[in-house]
C-alpha cells in the first residue's frame, strides 16, 4: 500500500473476525513500528503481544471489575474530564458510532455492552500492551515516545490488511493486565491495542472519524503570508 492509502485509509476497528493471527506477521508489523523516533535513541517501548487463555483471563477480569463498581485503576493518567472543544469532538464520534450501531441515546442495556466490549479488548484474537521502563517515568519524552511507536504500530497493521483501534478501557483495570500478562514492577503500563481482522459486516468498523479544519491546527509563521 502507498503511503497515503494507508493514513487516508486507517479507521479504528472495533468488530474482528476470530481468525487467528501469525506471529510473523505480528513481528513483522512490531519491527516497522519500532522505527519510529525516540528521544536520544532511548526506544523505551514494550510490546506484550496477548491471546488465547491469558487474553480471555484479562478480558474476564476487566469486565467483573467494572460490573463490580471496581473504581480504575490505570497507571497511565487520563486527566480531567473533557470540556469544551475536546468534549465536542468526544461526543462527535461517540455519535458516529452509536448511530451505525443503532444504539440509541436512552438505550442503556445497548450502550453498557457497547462499554463492556471495549473492557473485553473487543472481542479481538490479540491485545498488545504497550509499557515502558519506570525508571524513564518523569521524562514526557517518554509517553511520547511510545506515543509514536503506538501510531506507527497501528499503521503498519494496517498496511498488511489487519484492524487495531487503540484502546484505554483495556487498562483502566490495570492491575488485571499487569497480573495475566505478567508485567514487571519496572515497567509502567501504558496503553492496549487490540488486534485482528476486521470484521467488514461490523457496522463500527465503516465509522470515519472526523478532523478538524487544517486552519484550526496550523499557524504558520515567517511565510510571507
Ligand atoms: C490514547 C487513545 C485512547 C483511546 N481509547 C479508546 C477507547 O477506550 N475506546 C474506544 O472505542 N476507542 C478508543 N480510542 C480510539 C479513538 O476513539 C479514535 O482513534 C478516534 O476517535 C479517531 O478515530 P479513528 O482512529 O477511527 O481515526 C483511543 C485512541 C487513542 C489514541
Known amino acids: 500500500m502507498e503511503y497515503d492509502e494507508v493514513i487516508l485509509g486507517r479507521r479504528s ?17 512490531i519491527a516497522l513500528a519500532m522505527r519510529a523516533p525516540s528521544a536520544y535513541n532511548s526506544q523505551p517501548w514494550h ?5 488465547g487463555e491469558p487474553l480471555d483471563r484479562i478480558r474476564a477480569g476487566n469486565v467483573e471489575r467494572m460490573v463490580a463498581g471496581v473504581p480504575e485503576s490505570r497507571e497511565f493518567r487520563a486527566g480531567s474530564p473533557f470540556a469544551g472543544a475536546h468534549r465536542d469532538r468526544q461526543v462527535g464520534v461517540a455519535k458516529q458510532l452509536f448511530n451505525a450501531m443503532d444504539i440509541a441515546r436512552e438505550d442503556k442495556e445497548k450502550r453498557q455492552e457497547w462499554m463492556l466490549r471495549g473492557f ?6 490479540v491485545c ?9 517515568c518523569d521524562s514526557d ?29 483495556g487498562i483502566m483495570q490495570s492491575p488485571v493486565v499487569r497480573e495475566h500478562a505478567g508485567i514487571p514492577d519496572d ?10 481482522w476486521p470484521d467488514d459486516d461490523f457496522p463500527a468498523n465503516a465509522v470515519v472519524s472526523e478532523r478538524k479544519p487544517l486552519e484550526e491546527a496550523v499557524v504558520f509563521v515567517g511565510f510571507g503570508e
Open 120 to 125: 473485553r479488548q473487543f472481542d479481538a484474537p
Open 141 to 169: 519524552d517518554t509517553p511520547f515516545d511510545c506515543g509514536a511507536v503506538a501510531n506507527a504500530l497501528v499503521n503498519a497493521a494496517w498496511s498488511r490488511g489487519l484492524g487495531t483501534v487503540i484502546n484505554s478501557q
Open 128 to 136: 498488545v500492551i504497550i509499557t515502558y521502563d519506570r525508571v524513564l
Open 13 to 29: 476497528i472495533r468488530g474482528y473476525k476470530s481468525d487467528p493471527v501469525p506471529t510473523s506477521l505480528i513481528r513483522e508489523i
Open 47 to 51: 510490546f506484550y503481544v496477548i491471546s
Open 187 to 196: 515497567q509502567v503500563i501504558m496503553k492496549s491495542i487490540a488486534l485482528g
